[in-house]
């Protein structure tokens, strides 16, 4: 009877498998932080995680004006122009803008413009925000050059009139997704770094040599337990986080299934800076410092609890550059907006760019003994 490749493969992935979910240090990174984080924001309900807050400005409003001006200087606004009323509907209803804001001159008038505004509920966590910096602004000019007039403007904005019902963004919309990819972080760098180095370290795979298994499979062995138990937390995660704090599947089963294949991804790419830190590391105690430069600027310019838009000009393409940011932001795309994987091709294009970069490092500086 001959050697099966595949039978010791699989041999390896079931007792890896046993190992890792009775590891107290994977068990932390990939359910308890995470749930932790989901459960503090969950909780908190529906207030939104974002502070610059994207305006769509309707093409016949006129721009001729202080107001506009001083929307424009305004940091916490960014003012969007798109082509056509189609694009700029969808986005609306996507979540991906505040509203549309509408600026009309009344030409003989005692109030010299009148400014009206649109939304959605998928906007519920931005355009109250919004309604203030607009009401702030007109205040604001009309106290400094219009003191003899009641008002610059008058703000016809009337919630129950003025905002769609469609879905609701909450907190957990955009908590639950960084969560996830944390997770994912921690694991694919912390997890493969430590169990490659001690593999190698406690001659585990020097005995896997004496066996007629190729090292490939073992590889795969290993590599195979880490996404599966990874593919389990993830199901963990998003189920939790859609039945028990409404996390919006806007699809459903096919935006649940879209998101596992981001995660897959995600997972593989981490996976490779894990490897890179195992090949590298002389010890064991200088596998954390390793580990935390690759995942702690990750976890806080990724994205995972505020919009990278929050962040100052010079730091966004930072973290634009980040894996993590483009991971984060496909699920967040796919989760609510109810975009489709080839939607999200450009952040994906970006991730499986690193995941070249990473292996092609980590073939260079892997060691098997």
């Known amino acids: 009877m001959s050697y099966s490749q595949i039978r010791a493969m699989l041999a390896i992935t079931k007792a890896s498998l046993r190992s890792i979910s009775r590891s107290p240090s994977a068990i932390v990174f990939s359910f308890i932080f995470p749930f932790i984080f989901i459960l503090v924001f969950g909780f908190i309900g529906r207030s939104g995680g974002m502070q610059v807050y994207k305006l769509a400005v309707d093409n016949r409003s006129d721009t001729s004006n202080a107001f506009y001006q001083a ?4 940091n916490s606004i960014r003012l969007l122009r798109f082509n056509t009323e189609e694009d ?8 991906a ?8 001159a009344t030409a003989g008038e005692t109030v010299p413009y009148k400014v009206s505004l649109q939304s959605t ?6 355009w109250p925000q919004v309604r203030s910096f607009i009401e702030s602004v007109i205040n604001s000019i009309s106290n400094k050059i219009y003191t003899n007039r009641p008002a610059y403007a008058i703000f016809d904005f009337d919630p129950a009139r003025d905002v769609r019902e469609i879905r609701q963004y909450k907190t957990i919309d955009f908590i639950l997704p960084g969560q996830l990819g944390f997770s994912l972080l921690s694991s694919g760098v912390f997890g493969v770094a430590f169990m490659f180095f001690n593999l190698r370290n406690t001659l585990v795979l ?11 499979f073992i ?6 337990s880490r996404v599966i138990f990874q ?7 998003i189920g939790v986080g859609y039945f028990f704090f409404g996390f919006t599947l806007i699809h459903h089963v096919r935006t649940f299934l879209d998101m596992l294949v981001l995660s897959f991804i995600g997972l593989l790419v981490f996976m490779g800076f894990g490897f ?9 105690s200088s596998i954390p410092p390793f580990a935390n430069l690759i995942t702690l600027p990750q976890f806080l310019l990724g994205g995972t609890f505020f919009s990278i838009e929050a962040f100052p000009n010079w730091l966004q393409p930072i973290s634009r550059a980040l894996p993590l940011t483009h991971l984060n932001a496909a699920m967040r795309k796919v989760a609510f907006e109810g975009q489709t994987l080839w939607q999200v091709k450009a952040e994906i294009a970006i991730l499986i760019a690193w995941g070249i970069l990473v292996y092609a490092i980590a073939v260079k500086v892997f060691k098997w003994e």
Request: proline residues 2%.
């Open 276 to 284: 890179i830190i195992s090949g590298t590391a002389r010890n064991d």
């Open 71 to 74: 929307l424009q200087q305004n």
């Open 97 to 104: 803008i505040a509203g549309v804001i509408y600026i009309k």
């Open 219 to 224: 590889i795969l062995g290993e590599g195979l």
């Open 88 to 95: 700029m509907i969808s986005n609306l209803h996507k979540g």
């Open 231 to 237: 593919m389990i937390t993830a199901v963990v995660i």
């Open 206 to 216: 020097k005995r896997f040599f004496a066996t007629p298994i190729n090292r490939t």
């Open 121 to 126: 509920t998928a906007s519920n966590n931005q």
